[in-house]
């Protein structure tokens, strides 16, 4: 199993990233994608989420309006695209893959991260 986070890197406020996670080795539509994001000194936080049946997503109240998750099954990837960047989003951004049908309920994937720095 796989997780393999790309995209981040250094952007300037109010600026755009587009992350990519490709997913390997499990059956990607049965699982919610999520990103988390941890910032230096601080717990990780779930930035956003979508389902496997539906694509129904949910945001943190932070990034609502200037962050959209979304997936595609037929290529193993889910994206998070981010505009309006601020400083505070600055963070290690993280892929996550939890399993949603029964016989992958629990199962619980980790990307290594990809990391983001908003600065002038």
């Known amino acids: 199993v796989q997780l393999v986070e790309s995209g981040g890197g250094l952007v300037q406020p109010g600026g755009s990233l587009r992350l990519s996670c490709e997913a390997s080795?499990?059956?990607?539509?049965?699982?919610?994608m999520s990103w988390y994001r941890q910032a230096p000194g601080e717990g990780p936080e779930l930035v956003a989420t979508?389902?496997?049946?539906?694509?129904?997503?949910n945001y943190d109240d932070s990034v609502k309006g200037r962050f959209t998750i979304s997936r595609d099954d037929d290529k193993n990837a889910a994206y998070l695209q981010m505009n309006m960047l601020k400083p505070e989003a600055t963070a290690v951004y993280y892929c996550?893959?939890?399993?949603?049908?029964?016989?992958?309920?629990?199962?619980?994937?980790w990307g290594k991260g990809t990391p983001v720095t908003v600065s002038l």
């Open positions: 996550n893959a939890k399993g949603r049908l029964p016989a992958v309920y629990g199962m619980d994937y």
């Open positions: 080795g499990f059956t990607f539509n049965h699982y919610a």
């Open positions: 979508i389902t496997n049946i539906g694509g129904s997503t």
